[in-house]
């Protein structure tokens, strides 16, 4: 093996070969590896208040925005600073299973100081995010909740591309942690934060390019808060959801029909940044049925008179199409479990209790328990049948798959390309994907209270 003395030396010396060879030397290094220590972390989320004990990958920020590119391998090392267990997932890659973070189920959670390489050469641009996969339910409501952004292999020509990680926490009025889940939270909608922010910062402002084109990138990664956005006198359009550019438009959402963007999804947008500056942009939400602002975007320097309608599309990610006529339907039910214990399966937490139940059965939710949901052939076409049997409504996410909504009980959907969809109060929802990723992919509600109180399983594809 090398020393890093040695491995330096000889770095320098590819590089000032190349460099004699008349090249330019950065072409001739690697792709940074990310080193990325899960570690706590104090910050200002309220003025002039340190929260402590917060989670995230620096001692003093919230967790940085990691870049890759599309079709580029990318690799994070991934260090567990913390007492607890933990591992480290990638929403919305399709990725080799192997690298898909899910205790038991891919990988063996990683003790104290323990560390895993994560590789993987991610097909799709778009927005995508990480999170922890165990000990979710506080490590998650600590912080750790971050943006992945895999850019295009061709420069979509925005002037600013800015990146809006909303979630809440719940601080007393000390600043610090209050309780981050209850037995009635956990039965219900889940239990919300009372401290809204973006970026881990209260309504911040960033700036953008005067008379310019920004893409802003909104991530819901809360783990509880199903978002009601919208952003008043903003000419703009919707050109991206979870991760994938749209097949059929949406609508630009407004305060009366604002976009609805559940624990886990994401949106790009695309927006005209007004024509003077200092003028501020808001990206408001409904709380408690009242317009909030979470972020803004202020217009700085001189215009650049840039219009929606010079920006060509976004080029589509490469999913297959299924074929419906060929298509099996599997059908799960998302429904109550008997109240009762769940005993704790591993080092990656239980709340104690269960609420939940996939197709009857509850799960531990980010280790595996039973057998999988169902196995479909690799390659093949499916309709997955999600039937809400409860009251409350569920952002449904399938790891490793990309699928899309085909039709519903309830309301007209619009088939885009997903991996959370939220399904409805007493909802069907027909969703269809090819099943061409081989592996055991986790499947599970994305409001971590229910996730860890029995709705959760997984999906083989073999
Ligand atoms: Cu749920």
Not at 3 to 20: D, E, K, T, V
Not at 267 to 283: C, F, K, Q, S, Y
Not at 378 to 397: A, F, K, Q, W
């Amino acid at each position: 093996m090398l020393h890093r003395r040695q491995f330096l030396q000889s770095a320098a010396a590819s590089i000032s070969a190349a460099g004699l060879a008349g090249c330019d030397p950065s072409e001739f290094l690697a792709p940074p590896t990310n080193n990325l220590d899960i570690q706590h972390a104090r910050y200002n989320v309220v003025p002039n208040v340190t929260t402590t004990n917060m989670v995230s990958l620096s001692p003093d920020a919230a967790p940085s925005v990691l870049r890759a590119r599309q079709g580029v391998p990318f690799t994070a090392t991934v260090t567990n600073r913390l007492s607890d267990y933990t591992t480290m997932h990638w929403h919305g890659i399709r990725l080799p299973n192997e690298m898909d973070g899910v205790p038991y189920l891919t990988q063996f959670p990683l003790g104290k100081d323990e560390s895993f390489t994560y590789t993987f050469t991610p097909p799709d641009a778009g927005t995508y995010w990480y999170h922890p996969h165990c000990m979710t339910m506080e490590q998650m409501a600590l912080g750790l909740t971050g943006a992945l952004i895999v850019d295009e292999a061709e420069d979509p020509g925005f002037n600013d591309d800015i990146i809006l990680n909303l979630r809440d926490f719940r601080l007393g009025k000390d600043g610090q942690f209050k309780e981050l889940f209850t037995p009635r939270g956990a039965a219900r909608g889940g239990t919300l934060g009372n401290v809204r922010t973006c970026n881990w910062d209260q309504n911040p402002v960033y700036d953008a390019r005067t008379g310019g084109v920004a893409r802003v990138r909104v991530l819901a990664t809360d783990i509880t808060r199903i978002y009601k956005l919208f952003l008043p006198n903003t000419r703009g359009r919707i050109i991206a959801l979870d991760g994938h550019p749209l097949l059929t438009p949406l609508p630009w959402p407004t305060e009366q029909a604002p976009l609805t963007l559940s624990p886990g999804q994401r949106v790009d947008l695309a927006i005209e940044i007004p024509e003077r500056e200092g003028t501020e942009l808001n990206l408001m939400a409904l709380i408690g049925g009242r317009p909030k602002s979470l972020a803004r975007i202020r217009a700085m320097g001189r215009s650049d008179n840039r219009k929606l309608e010079e920006l060509n599309p976004l080029a589509a990610n490469n999913i297959s199409e299924p074929n419906l006529q060929s298509a099996e339907t599997h059908e799960f039910v998302f429904g109550w479990s008997p109240s009762g214990d769940l005993p704790d399966n591993g080092f990656c937490g239980s709340l104690g209790y269960t609420f939940w139940s996939i197709n009857r059965a509850p799960w531990a939710g980010d280790a595996s328990g039973t057998g999988p949901l169902a196995t479909l052939k690799l390659g093949d076409s499916y309709i997955l049948r999600l039937r809400n049997e409860s009251p409350n409504v569920h952002p449904i996410h399938l790891h490793g798959l990309t699928f899309k909504p085909i039709r519903s009980n309830k309301r007209q959907v619009l088939p885009n390309w997903t991996d959370t969809a939220l399904l409805l109060k007493e909802e069907t929802l027909d969703v269809a994907l090819v099943a061409d990723n081989p592996g055991d992919w986790a499947f599970h509600c994305h409001v971590i209270e229910h996730q860890k109180t029995g709705l959760a399983g997984y999906i083989r594809v073999a």
